[in-house]
């Protein structure tokens, strides 16, 4: 992320700072921060360090990293953080000076047990940080960041917003090729390469593992979830599903269309295909018409949820709609079902200028049928960043 | 890292965990670990995952993953793991039901103040752990594993040493190729886009953040320590520093070289210069001579460093050594000065079978002198595993 982007991701953050009543955030202390990079780094930090590094950020508008010396060159060119102080020995020392000097009375840290994009600081670092702090006024100060955190990266920026577009328009190209890349005999995983190098081709970058970004699904006989896409070969009267998202410029699209290969006697998808397709589509309609800000995330996966069970499918195992940003997957608020697995996130309430993927899927005889589309939170409730997919597209080999 | 080497390596944790009198390693309990990887997945895991998921090892030898229903199909593919638990909901239940099985009285945890690689839990997931070990016997159970995590990235399997080998020989032939790249006028960052792109050429990928992997200092007024190449143009009368790292299927090297750019009148560098390297070799060899079995590492850093004062130069900022493995600085004992920086590490013994980065600089009016070779600690002491460099080498633009 190149450091005017983070530098404006700061100055947002001050403001949720104050809205807290948080004095310092730690907005990371990490250190050999290639190894180990985590979420915060491109949002909040702008490179990578070596040695133990404190970054901090105070509500006065104060931006300080402390690093050790062989870190400093490139902390500097970064020009993320304007005052950069160099440690040789401990990095407790000059530590323990800034927060003398900014004498804070409420200390947020990158953690969070509830949003899995706002929990950044190591347990190690962390007890590290408590070490340090040990004796001085601040030990007792230390509360998570969540709540700056989610904001900052729910909140898009209008630079973030139409780079997230970019991403959605060169995934719609790519499934623009669709239907001169599948073939009789084609197998998912020449698919995903082939549908891998255009992106890459055009700068794009994997929005997520690419070793299932994109996932291939043909027929009913691939795997399901976040699997690799195999070795079956498309044949008629398969449905593909894609599931691809794409990274340009740090942000990132997610995205899932569905085509049905026609057999040569078919002129349209059998009639339980087409009834799961409407049956998605239906899904999807329900879920997005829910969205506005104020509105807890779990209503809208309800609301999708029980038009799927009212059409008489089984119950969803996944969330309808997840937050997308400089990751596909970017935490806080989500559109899920009051799970423990989803912690408390399905609770938070949803703003203007959040971005979400949305989602659903059923399996059918034929093989799954899965849309997933981009949407943006308005003031008036949502506006889609992708051109949804309305009806089933067919394809002949 | 294919399954077939982390298999392996929990093969060799099992042998460590019955060492250290430990029941249960909970290798990582982790989330969306595509979007914040750490250093024990490719170690001890061998895939990413997205919902909450828990990896354990018990001194039986008995592996089990406990993983979202949606990351099962991918955990199973990885192929490390022999028992894939699935779940919908709740991490908790079937977690907390494998601890009762396995009913362990000791439960080391994949965390650590002193050692940065074998700190790879966030203090979120700590948490989650606590709260879904509230109530249960295994709740003050918990220890940190990095004395397990250090022993396995340390004591180098013969797979790995090749694998390192490997990636030193790819190195050596790119630094063969410098006195055909040094060209009058080519600036740092020139070169250093030469050498990576010479790298990928040869299936080789940065070994560290490749911004400034290679690090490229020409003359004098170049950056110090991790800096990215700059704008500075080559010319006679300077010295060319090169830290270069390449990752040869998942290992690293990392080695630096100097070379002199003769003057048109010169038939060899300056005499400060030629004092400074030798006493830079000097320093290496004192270093080097130490190492054996045995030795907490800062005995060793104590030999070069000394060496460095003797000959009248600065005391050096930075450890001596470092481990090589799967990272370029692969955690645990530290050949390193006893500084709050570097933690208990510089303490630890080495162990043969351990691989070291051993380095030393220092700075010139005609730029820094900084040499740096990879060695295997042997049952009698070390051996270079790269051909060190033993003379100051001369170019002519």
């Avoid at 973030?160 to 005999?185: C, K, N, S, Y």
């Avoid at 995903?192 to 190098?197: F, N, Y």
């Avoid at 659903?360 to 005889?365: C, H, I, N, W």
Wanted: charged share 20%; glycine share 10%.
């Amino acid at each position: 992320m190149e450091s005017s982007v983070v530098s404006r991701k700061l100055d947002q953050a001050v403001g949720f700072l104050r809205e807290a009543g948080i004095d310092l955030w730690i907005a990371q202390f990490a250190r050999e921060s290639y190894e180990q990079p985590t979420p915060v780094d491109t949002l909040a930090v702008g490179c990578s360090v070596t040695w133990p590094a404190a970054f901090l950020v105070a509500a006065s508008g104060r931006r300080t990293a402390i690093v050790g010396t062989g870190d400093v060159a490139n902390v500097r060119a970064a020009g993320v953080y304007d005052e950069v102080v160099g440690y040789v020995q401990d990095v407790a020392v000059p530590l323990r000076e800034v927060m003398s000097d900014v004498n804070p009375t409420r200390v947020a840290v990158s953690y969070s047990v509830a949003d899995d994009m706002a929990d950044n600081i190591t347990h190690g670092m962390f007890l590290m940080l408590q070490g340090i702090l040990a004796g001085t006024p601040y030990f007792d100060c230390l509360v998570p960041a969540e709540g700056i955190l989610g904001k900052l990266r729910a909140y898009k920026l209008p630079v973030e917003v139409r780079r997230i577009q970019d991403a959605i328009e060169m995934t719609h190209q790519l499934f623009g090729l669709m239907p001169q890349l599948l073939r009789e005999g084609v197998t998912e995983s020449e698919l995903a390469d082939r549908l891998r190098g255009e992106g890459r081709a055009r700068g794009g970058a994997p929005a997520w593992d690419p070793r299932y970004d994109p996932i291939v699904n043909f027929g009913p006989g691939s795997g399901f979830g976040h699997s690799e896409p195999g070795t079956v070969a498309l044949a008629p009267g398969m449905l593909v599903h894609i599931d691809l998202g794409l990274k340009v410029e740090g942000y990132c699209s997610d995205l899932q269309r569905t085509w049905y290969v026609l057999r040569p006697s078919e002129s349209e998808a059998p009639l339980e295909v087409q009834e799961a397709f409407a049956a998605v589509r239906v899904s999807m309609d329900a879920g997005f018409e829910t969205l506005r800000p104020g509105i807890p995330g779990w209503t809208a996966d309800r609301q999708a949820r029980d038009a799927l069970l009212r059409a008489g499918y089984a119950e969803s195992e996944f969330a309808f709609g997840h937050q997308l940003g400089q990751t596909a997957h970017d935490g806080g608020a989500l559109l899920g079902p009051p799970w423990p697995r989803y912690g408390t996130r399905p609770e938070m309430p949803l703003g203007e200028g959040m971005v979400f993927a949305i989602e659903q899927a059923v399996p059918t005889e034929a093989g799954p049928i899965g849309l997933e589309d981009d949407v943006l939170i308005t003031a008036g409730g949502a506006e889609y960043l992708s051109q949804p997919q309305t009806a089933l597209e067919y394809v002949r080999l």
